[in-house]
Nanobody
Framework: QVQLVESGGGLVQPGGSLRLSCAAS????????MGWYRQGPGKERELVAHITSDGSTNYADSVKGRFTISRDNAKNTVYLQMNTLKPEDTAVYLCDGYITSMGFTGHYWGQGTQVTVSS
């Protein structure tokens, strides 16, 4: 089994910063990629940022220049540094890992962490 646990969400004022973390644990053979998605009120889930095992990244246009994704392979952890936050960034942020475990490669999801940007 594989578990992904997010942390770091909360309430922040517009223009502020937050850092999200997602730690993967369990019977992990390899992590091919990890990403952050978000789902705002009444909105569909959307990709925020993605990072591969070799460090290649891509971002949603709406967060480019403000958010940075990084990973610590030794800790099986991915981070999302979010700066200059806007009210429209308010959402549940979910971590996704494309992971090989016990002979199976697939997507594993965390439970999500709430980010609220409001004055």
């Amino acid at each position: 089994q594989v578990q992904l646990v997010e942390s770091g969400g909360g309430l922040v004022q517009p223009g502020g910063s937050l850092r999200l973390s997602c730690a993967a644990s369990g019977s992990i053979f390899s992590i091919r990629a990890m990403g952050w998605y978000r789902q705002g009120p009444g909105k569909e889930r959307e990709l925020v940022a993605h990072i591969t095992s070799d460090g290649s990244t891509n971002y949603a246009d709406s967060v480019k220049g403000r958010f940075t994704i990084s990973r610590d392979n030794a800790k099986n952890t991915v981070y999302l540094q979010m700066n200059t936050l806007k009210p429209e960034d308010t959402a549940v942020y979910l971590c996704d890992g494309y992971i090989t475990s016990m002979g199976f490669t697939g997507h594993y999801w965390g439970q999500g962490t709430q980010v609220t940007v409001s004055s």
